[in-house]
């Protein structure tokens, strides 16, 4: 399968890209498993259809697509990322992720709609927590301005958003901007889908390991607002005091 010159979702130009791509379908279609993909399609319910690449197969196929290739630029990264989300089967998807976590940090603000058309396309959990922990929150960690964005996308109609704003500081700990945190977890605490009940619920919950205190402050104070699934994933790990 060719994908120089397919349709490339908009991506732009890119030799890196071409080199890429060439070498990642060639090898994960080599590899391909119909009856591991029809399990995996299920248990995904549905969202994509896969290959049947289990992970350490498939990122071991990853390190020899992408051994010998160059640095990327930020062009190149936006070029390979939507390139792999053109393609329908999952694993391509999952490729973009793992190859924008690992060069996040060469990426500028300029980045963030990439991010959120990633974010927003053939949208799930196992893509979703991974740009929203690895990729937003790297973003907005770097330009602290970006913070104005994601208050935007808190009230975003498009629940992926959300999960995202609310999901970006997971790997902050003692760097979380606390009044942040819990302003949006309150913003969104009647929200009716679970996605963002359970989002709340692992936001606290992660920053608990940093400050318990204060996040079993908060749901004591605040609990009539969260939904039952919220406060129980918060304080999973300090206990409730209730």
């Known amino acids: 399968m060719t994908v120089t010159g397919a349709d490339t979702n908009g991506a732009p130009d890119s030799v890196l890209a071409d080199v890429v791509l060439e070498r990642l379908t060639a090898a994960y279609e080599a590899a391909a498993d119909p009856g591991r993909a029809a ?22 196929l990853s ?7 160059p640095r990327p630029d930020e062009g190149d990264c936006t070029a390979i990322a939507l390139r792999c989300w053109a393609l329908p089967q999952r694993e391509y998807h999952y490729f973009g992720v793992d190859y924008l976590r690992r060069y996040a940090p060469r990426l500028s603000s300029a980045f963030l709609p990439v991010a ?11 893509t979703v927590d991974a740009l929203a922990a690895h990729v937003v929150g790297t973003l907005v960690a770097a330009d602290r301005r970006l913070g104005a964005e994601m208050d935007a996308w808190i009230a975003d109609e498009d629940l992926w958003v959300v999960r995202t704003a609310l999901l970006h500081q997971l790997r902050r700990k003692d760097r979380t901007d ?4 819990f302003a949006y977890c309150l913003h969104r605490s009647g929200h009716p889908d679970f996605f963002v009940r359970k989002a709340i619920g692992w936001a606290l919950r992660e920053y608990a390991r940093t400050d318990p205190a204060a996040v079993r402050t908060f749901v004591t104070r605040e609990r009539e607002r969260f939904a039952p699934l919220t406060v129980r994933e918060a304080l999973k790990n300090i206990g409730d005091p209730a």
């Open 39 to 60: 399990a995996m399609h299920a248990y995904m319910k549905g969202v994509a259809p896969f290959l049947g690449l289990p992970t350490p197969a498939r990122r071991a």
């Open 63 to 69: 390190r020899t697509v992408l051994a010998g290739t």
């Open 116 to 126: 959120r058309r990633l974010v927003t396309t053939t949208s799930w959990w196992d």
């Open 178 to 181: 606390t009044d942040r945190l």
